[in-house]
């Protein structure tokens, strides 16, 4: 009996579902036709077809991964020849752009000359930077992974010129202090076995007159790229024979012209600081991949 209940029940509500479906899908129907005809009157804007890279690391034939350390964060990540990035679609500029440099990478025949700025086709022209955006705005198309980083392979270098590895920069700081860092990280590779170098932007909050905290940045060209404040860069550095461990070394550098007589030691923050302002996690995938055995440099 309750055997036979259970079945006249399923078949009640089968037929109550089966009637409420057909109403539906009549619904349906008149609403598909009104979709379609309002969609014929909408313009359709052309999407370049997006492949997804089923390998994050990148390096060059010597090896070395670039991602041993982690992934800061794992959002619209994509790989280049000569880095790995995470592309904010909101602010049309990397949140992170991860390189790793060697003696074996920085030296070769690679030239800047052979290079220009490009949009990155992989991005949906809606979240896109131009170059158009950058024109008359005063502002540099800073490298995040630096051209001179990877002079071991044209392909590398010209892939730094993908606009998803630039953001806007203030002239004197590109071409003064900020060269300068670049400069350094190239150079600790003559002290360290790897430098693998995590680049990006900042968007930090100013006190203003009537004392609360507020985040302004400026926005330029027709797709607003976002103009950041700061810019960070995390270092990771590798011992020498053997040695078990790394360093760290993480420097936050404002968007405005810098003294480049300033030592830049004066730049560099406990790493907690850019976890915190950037919404990114560093040490426990350092941690991780180190066994533990890291040690931070800050500024005394």
């Keep these: 009996m309750m055997r036979q209940w259970r079945t006249l029940a399923t078949l009640s509500v089968g037929a109550a579902v089966g009637a409420s479906a057909s109403r539906l899908w009549s619904l349906r129907g008149e609403e598909e036709e009104e979709e379609a005809a309002l969609l014929a009157r909408v313009p359709l804007v052309p999407v370049p077809s997006v492949h997804a890279s089923s390998e994050l690391t990148a390096s060059r034939p010597s090896g070395g991964a670039v991602m041993k350390y982690g992934f800061p964060s794992l959002a619209n990540v994509r790989t280049k020849e000569s880095y790995v990035t995470s592309y904010d679609p909101r602010t049309r500029t ?46 540099d198309r800073g490298h995040m992974a630096a051209a001179a980083n990877h002079k071991w392979s044209q392909k590398a270098m010209d892939d730094t010129f993908y606009l998803t590895n630039v953001a806007p920069q203030n002239p004197h700081l590109n071409q003064k202090a900020w060269n300068n860092l670049e400069k350094l990280c190239r150079s600790l590779t003559k002290c360290y076995a790897n430098v693998y170098v995590c680049t990006g932007p900042l968007y930090l909050p100013r006190q203003e007159a009537d004392g609360k905290l507020y985040v302004r940045y400026q926005v330029v060209g027709r797709n607003h790229v976002a103009v950041p404040t700061h810019f960070f860069k995390v270092l990771i550095l590798e011992r020498r024979g053997g040695q078990q461990g790394v360093e760290l070394r993480s420097y936050v550098l404002p968007n405005e012209p810098v003294d480049e007589k300033i030592p830049l030691e004066r730049f560099l923050v406990p790493i907690e600081t850019i976890e915190r302002a950037s919404g990114l996690l560093f040490v426990p995938n350092i941690v991780r991949a180190s066994g533990g055995a890291v040690s931070a440099i800050a500024n005394k």
């Design 94 to 139: 990397p949140a992170w752009v991860i390189e790793r440099l060697a003696g074996d990478t920085l030296g070769g025949t690679a030239d800047r000359k052979c290079c220009d700025f490009k949009e990155d086709d992989s991005v949906h022209v809606f979240h896109r930077a131009t170059n158009d955006d950058y024109k008359g705005s005063g502002l």
